[in-house]
Structures are given as C-alpha cells and as structure tokens.
C-alpha cells in the first residue's frame, strides 16, 4: 500500500510539470481563500481564454480525448495527475468546465462527424464556449417534467419557453438545450435535444442574482427561436436518452468544492479568544475540528481509492459517489461554525475587519447553493441508495400518464 | 497510487471470511450471549489454526511475521460477523505491547503461546468509571509485586497472562508503568463483570502483591500504552467498519423484504435516506482505516493522527450503522430472536474499548496543534 505513482504515471507528471513550470506560475500560498476575485468578469474570461488554448495546444485540455479532436487519447489517472499538477500553478479557470466536460462528450455522442469537426476543436482552444440549458422554473431536480416547447416547422424547429440556472450564458457561443415535442404522452417520451447558437433572434439572457450578490447563472427566455432540424441531437422524442449523457458527465464535472476547510478552522480557533479562554481550548471546538478533520481526510483517502482503481485500469467502485453528500453540508456547517467562534463579530462581512477577509462568512453563504446546483443532497441520496444499495424507485404517479395530463407540470392544473 | 490491499491480503481477508460465515454465524454469535461462557472455544480454536492468532507475531516468537495489513483484513472480517472471540485482548493490545517494550526473555516466555493460541493475553488499564490516567491510576507496583483492582478487563476470566498499567510514584506522565503479570497466581483473583455485550467477556481482577515485572523502563508506561492504543484503535476500526457493513446490508435487506402501506419500506426517502447516510459513513470510515492501516504498516510517524482519524471515523460510522439498523426493523428489531441487537452492542463496545470518541478527538486536536501553523 502506497501512494507512489507507477513508472509511466510518474514520467507523465514530470512532463506535465515541466511543461507547467515554463508557462505559468507557481500559486503564492500567501494569499488568502476569500473566494471573491477582485478582476471583472471580461478580464478574467480572457485570461482564461489565453490560457486554455496554451493548454490545448500542449494536449493538457482534454487528455483523455481522441487525439483527432485535439486530445492526448491518454488515461483518466494521467487526466487526475494533470489535474494536481495544475492545482498547484496560478491558472484561470470556470468558464470551460461545463462545455468541455458536459456539452462537447454529449455532442461527441450524438452529433454527425462533420458537426464534430466544426464544434469540438473550438470550444477545446477556448474559442467557443457553450452552456447547458436543462433546467426550468417548474423542473429542477424533476428535469423531465420541462415545458419549454419546440414545434416542427419545414425544416426548422421553433422553441418557445424559459430555461433557467444557465451558468454563464451570457459570455456562451453554443448551448445545448431539451425541450418538449409532444406534451400528449408520458413525460420522458416526449423530449427532444438540441444544440443551437446563444445569438439566434429571440434568445434573451438575464442574469439571476443570488443571496451571495453574485450573477453567475442566467434566466434563459426563448420566444420563437427558429432552429435547423441538422442541429437535432437524437431521434425526435428521445430527447431523455440524450440527456442522460449530459447528466452522467455532470457528476464528473461538478467536483468536491473547495474553499476554507479545517485548516483554515484550526488557524482561526488560535488566533481568537473566547470567553474562557482561547478558542483551541475549548472541547466543542475540538470536537468540531476533529469531526470536520475527519471528514476532509475521509473524503481525500477516497479519492485515494478511487484513483488506485484508475491506475490499474480497473472501473471505479461507487465509493466517489459520497463526494458532494458530505462536503456541501461540511462547507455550510464549517463556516456557519466559525462564525460561531467570532461572537458578535461573526456578523461582519468585511474584507478588512473578519479573519481571512471575510472567507467564512462567504462560503456560508455560497454553500447554500452548492449544497443545490448539480443534485441536491436529496437526490443524491437517492442515486446512492437506488443505484449504489439497489433500493427501489419511490412509486412513481408520473411515468404513465401523458405529460399534459399531469398535475402542476402539465397544462392541467 | 496504490492504495488498496495486495491480491494475497485480500486472499486472506477471503479465508477469514469463508471460515466466519461457516462456522460464526448469528446463532454461534447468540450461543454465547445465552450462556456464561467468556467466548467461543470453537471460533477462537479455528482462528488459531489458521494461524490469525501469531499473524503479525515474529516468526522467532512462533508466528507468521506477517503484519498490519495483514491484521487489519482478520479484524475487518471479525467486526462483520461481530465474532465473540479474545483476538482483539490478545493480539492487538497483550502481543502489540510486548512486541513494542517487552525484553527478548519476556517475548519468548509468552508470545509463541499466544501465537498458537494456546493461551489468551489481556491488557488492563481502567478502574471502574475514572478515565485512567497519571491522575487516577491506583493500582501499585513496587519491589516486584503488583497490587490493585482492574475493572472492566476485557477476556480477564480466561486470560493467563496480563500487561497491566500501574502507578509507580513518578511525576507527571511518568507516573505509570506497565507490568508483565501471570494471572494464575492465589494472589489473583478475578470474577466475570456483566456488561453491554456479553458476546465479548469481561471481568473484575484484583492483584493482592502478585509477582509481576516491568516492561520497558519504570515511567514509560503512559506513552507505551498510548502507543499501543494507536495501534489498537486502527485494527478496532477495520473491526468497526466490517460491523457497520453488515448491520447496513442486514438494514437493506429488511427494507427490501417488509412491506408497508402496500409498499416495500425500502422505497421510502426516509429509510432510503437513512440507508445512504449509512454508506456514506461506511465509505469514509473505511477510506480513514485503510489510511491508518497504511501509516501502522510502516511505523510512520503520523501513526498517532492516522489512527484517531480511523478510530473517530469508524466508532461514528458503526453507531450510526447499528443503531439505525434496530430502528430500520422496527419492533421486531428489538426483540431478543432477532440480529440487530449483536451490532448494537458491540459497536457501543467497541465505541468504549480506548475510551470514547471525544477522548480520540482530544488527541487527534493535540496533534494538528503540534503541527505548523495552517
């Protein structure tokens, strides 16, 4: 039992850190996790921009991809060990997660060979980006149970509807959407997949601000978008079937959050004083750091586990499902805690007043959301206990009947 | 990254099993919480003649020199069909705390007993409800004769042999020792405690000026039992994680089989929920007991973080395990004929055996104080 890379696993994290150390710079761990950056978003996204195409031009973007799409055609565990490589230099990031690791595997799925060719390289080199456009007012966790609508029209489609918590869809070039064909039979039967251009007449993108201040997601309005039948994904009404390639990728896209953990914790509990004394001496405190401890080395060991399975070629067990179960919840609860150990103070979101400028008291805010976006707890637990532990489905009401005879998601009422 | 037992501990871990199901089945289990027996002969004979018992025990000592790991898959495998036998007095704390302070002469006066199985070893540190410390450890040593009363010591009725911690008047931490003592002398007396779990036996001894002798040097005694308990607490673990597994699948396999409102439960979010919280804990516990398991192997020298990690991670996940196993049957999980019972009392015992869980935390805490500034 160890933790040493293989001989060719090794020989890759060289090369890889080689090749980071002439093209970026190392991370200065002097500063500070306040989780807000102080650059606008136009100066970031071309940032990000110039160095994803660095990336790819190096086949760093997409290891595991076929080499003919601009990929290495190399391994998971060696995409893993780029991944650590590159989480230890200062590079941007968050604009092409949700393209390169939803969109385009879905595209590559289903899409012809020349679409391929036209869509994939672009959106590798950082010159397109794409969002994904799933959910809905009245369809979240129920993604099925969409409304907006797409009606044959010659050979083009017309959508008409409203989709919503689009990240980034208003700096996207493409998006890929699911809508519904025939609202006259059952839910999942009914749905067919796009992909379209975000500039098409008729799409107007608003932005959604959240509890934290920020806008990083998007109310997406479609009134009489007309789009060509060529960029159907699929069979007309096996929209789910498509979708489902999306959502088996989104749990690899969306990863374990970061932010401020134990570390951080321990740091503050010293350097506060309680009441009675310093807060490291206080025995719920360190229960509560132990606890959280615990959990951040649990998750980390798992990983661990996860990767030796990868390094030896073998399927991964589901063990890398517990991920978001336990670290949207431990971020919330971490920071909500050291809040605690602020008193009075703890109120005060202040870049110059609160420890580490404020960092707890941002991610208790934004682990609210975390604890939602790409399968809340809730339905995480149903994937572990359905597909891990082989329970039963909840008795569905809503499987046979068609779509608009249902109650609240159709047009019934 | 390799960061999972070889083929050949698995191939152990296997046999180990084989031999359980076969021969340690909830009805054995059951036999002994029905009678007074301290364990179960046949079990334990078993064990030892596959040779578990000597498994990490040096082959100079009559065992297999094998080691941690190797331990760790035995005692994963005990934990699961939660095995009312002496293994965990006899190896990981009596031999552990020979292999670690004892002289050549003590090694072989009593380890290839041990490793054959021929005999039971014990280690004794509490005294009643007190958390043993240098504060409150009465039991006395000196000119070679031990005097004092254990309680509750775990397989103390069929033990022969004995490290016992003791006070021998030095300052601070240095106050304790440990003695090597042979429990069949007159002057040892010692009667069966009733306890939570009576599947694992326990008993009362008292020492009237029984012969005994030092292991390692007078004062060492405090960090020589912490050090074991390290040890310990990553091999309990590996048997909490095997008890958390099977009162989950034995929770699931309920949930599947009872029907209500026209319904398996098993359907419902609120025990398909209660069920993956299971898992969860199970999963992290078992990731922070193979990491435990690693550092042990290697002697590393976070063993001391690696194993309160293991230890809080485990006790929390075999809790959870087995208590929500009972409330997952309903009533006929707290009848005396059904199984949840067996899981729910040893994971409350196994919660005890180094002291609970906000002790380990304690530890743990002292530990990343120790480390740099985050």
């Given at each position: 039992?160890?933790f040493?890379?293989?001989?060719?696993?090794?020989?890759?994290?060289?090369?890889?850190?080689?090749?980071?150390?002439?093209?970026?710079?190392?991370?200065d761990?002097?500063?500070?996790?306040?989780?807000?950056?102080?650059?606008?978003?136009?100066?970031?996204?071309?940032?990000?921009?110039?160095?994803?195409?660095?990336?790819?031009?190096?086949?760093?973007?997409?290891i595991?991809?076929?080499?003919?799409?601009?990929?290495?055609?190399g391994?998971?565990?060696?995409?893993?060990?780029?991944?650590?490589?590159?989480?230890?230099?200062?590079?941007?990031?968050?604009?092409?997660?949700?393209?390169?690791?939803?969109?385009?595997?879905?595209?590559?799925?289903?899409?012809?060979?020349?679409?391929?060719?036209?869509?994939?390289?672009?959106?590798?080199?950082?010159?397109?980006?794409?969002?994904?456009?799933?959910?809905?007012?009245?369809?979240?966790?129920?993604?099925?149970?969409?409304?907006t609508?797409?009606?044959?029209?010659?050979?083009?489609?017309?959508?008409?509807?409203?989709?919503?918590?689009?990240?980034?869809?208003?700096?996207?070039?493409?998006?890929i959407?699911?809508?519904?064909?025939?609202?006259?039979?059952?839910?999942?039967?009914?749905?067919?997949?796009?992909?379209?251009?975000?500039?098409?007449?008729?799409?107007d993108?608003?932005?959604i601000?959240?509890?934290?201040?920020?806008?990083?997601?998007?109310?997406?309005?479609?009134?009489?978008?007309?789009?060509?039948?060529?960029?159907?994904?699929?069979?007309?009404?096996?929209?789910?079937?498509?979708?489902?390639?999306?959502?088996?990728n989104?749990?690899?896209?969306?990863?374990?959050?970061?932010?401020?953990?134990?570390?951080?914790?321990?740091?503050?509990?010293?350097?506060?004083?309680?009441?009675?004394?310093?807060?490291?001496?206080?025995?719920?405190?360190?229960?509560?750091?132990?606890?959280?401890?615990?959990?951040?080395?649990?998750?980390?060991?798992t990983?661990?586990?996860?990767?030796?399975?990868?390094?030896?070629?073998?399927?991964?067990?589901p063990?890398?499902?517990?991920g978001?179960?336990?670290?949207g919840?431990?971020?919330?609860?971490?920071?909500?805690?050291?809040?605690?150990?602020?008193?009075?103070?703890?109120?005060?979101?202040?870049?110059?007043?609160?420890?580490?400028a404020?960092?707890?008291?941002?991610?208790?805010?934004?682990?609210?959301?975390?604890?939602?976006?790409?399968?809340?707890?809730?339905?995480?637990?149903?994937?572990v206990?359905?597909?891990?532990?082989?329970?039963?489905?909840?008795?569905?009401?809503?499987?046979?009947?068609?779509?608009?005879?249902?109650?609240?998601?159709?047009?019934?009422k | 990254?390799?960061?999972?037992?070889?083929?050949?501990?698995?191939m152990?871990?296997?046999?180990?099993?084989?031999?359980?199901?076969?021969?340690c089945?909830?009805?054995?289990?059951?036999?002994?919480l029905?009678?007074?027996?301290s364990?179960?002969?046949?079990?334990?004979?078993?064990?030892?003649?596959?040779?578990?018992?000597?498994?990490?025990?040096?082959?100079?000592?009559?065992?297999?020199?094998?080691?941690?790991?190797?331990?760790?898959?035995?005692?994963?495998?005990?934990?699961?069909?939660?095995?009312?036998?002496?293994?965990?007095?006899?190896?990981?704390?009596?031999?552990?705390?020979?292999?670690l302070?004892?002289?050549?002469?003590?090694?072989?006066?009593?380890?290839?007993?041990i490793?054959?199985?021929?005999?039971?070893?014990?280690?004794?540190?509490?005294?009643?409800?007190q958390?043993?410390?240098?504060?409150?450890v009465?039991?006395?040593?000196?000119?070679?004769?031990?005097?004092?009363?254990?309680?509750?010591?775990?397989?103390?009725?069929?033990?022969?042999v004995?490290?016992v911690?003791?006070?021998?008047?030095?300052?601070?931490?240095?106050?304790?020792?440990?003695?090597?003592v042979?429990?069949?002398?007159?002057?040892?007396?010692r009667?069966?405690?009733?306890?939570?779990?009576p599947?694992r036996?326990?008993?009362?001894?008292?020492?009237?000026?029984?012969?005994?002798?030092?292991?390692?040097d007078?004062?060492d005694?405090?960090?020589?039992?912490?050090?074991?308990?390290?040890?310990?607490?990553?091999?309990?673990?590996?048997?909490?994680?095997?008890?958390?597994?099977?009162?989950?699948?034995?929770?699931?396999?309920?949930?599947?089989?009872?029907?209500?409102?026209?319904?398996?439960?098993?359907?419902?979010?609120?025990?398909?929920?209660?069920?993956?919280?299971?898992?969860?804990?199970?999963?992290?516990?078992?990731?922070?007991?193979?990491?435990?398991?690693?550092?042990?192997?290697?002697?590393?020298?976070?063993?001391?973080?690696?194993?309160?990690?293991?230890?809080?991670?485990?006790?929390?996940?075999?809790?959870?395990?087995?208590?929500?196993?009972?409330?997952?049957?309903?009533?006929?999980?707290?009848?005396?004929?059904?199984?949840?019972?067996?899981?729910?009392?040893?994971?409350?015992?196994l919660?005890l055996a180094?002291?609970?869980?906000?002790?380990?935390?304690?530890?743990?805490?002292?530990?990343l104080?120790?480390?740099?500034?985050?």
């Amino acid at each position: 039992m160890d933790f040493n890379d293989t001989p060719e696993e090794a020989k890759f994290r060289a090369e890889a850190r080689a090749w980071l150390s002439a093209n970026a710079k190392p991370k200065d761990p002097s500063k500070v996790k306040a989780g807000v950056s102080q650059k606008s978003e136009a100066e970031r996204l071309a940032r990000a921009k110039e160095w994803q195409a660095k990336k790819a031009e190096a086949g760093y973007a997409a290891i595991t991809w076929p080499t003919e799409y601009g990929g290495l055609g190399g391994t998971p565990i060696q995409s893993v060990i780029y991944s650590q490589e590159e989480s230890k230099f200062d590079v941007p990031g968050g604009f092409f997660e949700i393209g390169l690791g939803m969109c385009i595997p879905t595209m590559m799925k289903w899409a012809t060979k020349e679409q391929c060719d036209r869509y994939v390289k672009p959106a590798l080199f950082g010159e397109e980006i794409w969002c994904q456009l799933f959910s809905e007012p009245a369809a979240g966790s129920d993604v099925a149970g969409l409304r907006t609508k797409c009606e044959k029209d010659g050979d083009e489609w017309v959508i008409n509807g409203q989709k919503v918590w689009t990240s980034g869809a208003h700096f996207c070039d493409y998006g890929i959407i699911v809508t519904r064909s025939d609202p006259t039979v059952p839910k999942h039967k009914g749905l067919t997949f796009f992909f379209l251009d975000m500039k098409t007449p008729g799409i107007d993108i608003r932005p959604i601000k959240q509890i934290s201040g920020g806008s990083g997601f998007n109310e997406v309005f479609f009134n009489d978008v007309r789009v060509p039948d060529s960029q159907r994904l699929g069979d007309v009404g096996e929209g789910w079937k498509v979708s489902l390639t999306t959502l088996m990728n989104e749990r690899l896209a969306i990863g374990q959050g970061s932010g401020v953990d134990y570390e951080e914790l321990l740091k503050l509990a010293r350097e506060t004083e309680l009441e009675n004394g310093p807060a490291i001496k206080d025995s719920n405190v360190r229960e509560k750091l132990a606890d959280w401890y615990v959990q951040s080395q649990g998750l980390k060991y798992t990983k661990f586990r996860t990767l030796t399975a990868l390094s030896k070629g073998q399927v991964p067990g589901p063990e890398s499902s517990i991920g978001k179960i336990v670290s949207g919840p431990k971020m919330q609860d971490l920071a909500g805690f050291a809040m605690d150990i602020q008193g009075q103070g703890g109120v005060m979101q202040d870049t110059e007043e609160s420890p580490m400028a404020g960092a707890f008291q941002n991610q208790w805010i934004g682990a609210a959301g975390y604890r939602i976006a790409g399968g809340t707890d809730e339905i995480l637990r149903n994937i572990v206990s359905e597909q891990v532990l082989g329970l039963p489905q909840d008795i569905r009401v809503d499987k046979k009947v068609p779509f608009n005879e249902l109650p609240g998601a159709g047009s019934k009422k | 990254m390799n960061f999972d037992f070889s083929d050949d501990q698995k191939m152990l871990k296997d046999q180990a099993r084989k031999f359980l199901e076969d021969k340690c089945s909830y009805d054995d289990v059951r036999t002994i919480l029905e009678s007074d027996d301290s364990h179960h002969d046949g079990v334990w004979n078993g064990l030892c003649e596959l040779g578990f018992a000597g498994a990490a025990i040096p082959e100079e000592f009559g065992g297999l020199g094998l080691g941690a790991l190797e331990l760790a898959v035995i005692a994963e495998e005990l934990g699961r069909a939660a095995a009312p036998v002496p293994f965990s007095s006899s190896i990981y704390m009596f031999a552990e705390a020979l292999k670690l302070g004892a002289s050549d002469a003590q090694k072989s006066a009593w380890l290839p007993q041990i490793a054959s199985g021929e005999i039971i070893g014990t280690l004794a540190g509490a005294e009643g409800t007190q958390a043993p410390s240098p504060r409150t450890v009465k039991a006395s040593f000196a000119g070679g004769k031990l005097s004092g009363r254990k309680l509750p010591v775990p397989d103390g009725e069929t033990a022969s042999v004995a490290v016992v911690l003791v006070n021998t008047g030095g300052a601070g931490e240095q106050a304790l020792s440990l003695v090597l003592v042979d429990l069949n002398q007159e002057c040892v007396t010692r009667s069966a405690v009733d306890t939570i779990d009576p599947t694992r036996g326990h008993a009362e001894i008292n020492f009237d000026n029984a012969d005994a002798t030092l292991i390692g040097d007078e004062g060492d005694g405090w960090a020589m039992l912490k050090r074991v308990e390290a040890g310990a607490a990553v091999l309990m673990a590996f048997e909490q994680v095997g008890g958390a597994e099977a009162a989950l699948e034995m929770a699931k396999e309920y949930a599947l089989d009872r029907y209500a409102f026209g319904r398996q439960i098993g359907s419902y979010q609120a025990i398909k929920h209660r069920l993956a919280d299971m898992y969860v804990k199970l999963e992290l516990a078992k990731s922070n007991a193979y990491y435990g398991a690693m550092i042990l192997s290697e002697d590393g020298a976070e063993l001391e973080l690696a194993a309160a990690s293991a230890r809080i991670s485990a006790t929390e996940a075999y809790r959870f395990a087995a208590q929500e196993c009972i409330q997952v049957h309903g009533g006929i999980g707290f009848t005396w004929e059904a199984n949840p019972q067996f899981h729910y009392r040893r994971s409350k015992l196994l919660a005890l055996a180094l002291g609970s869980a906000s002790r380990w935390k304690d530890r743990l805490v002292a530990e990343l104080e120790k480390s740099n500034v985050a």
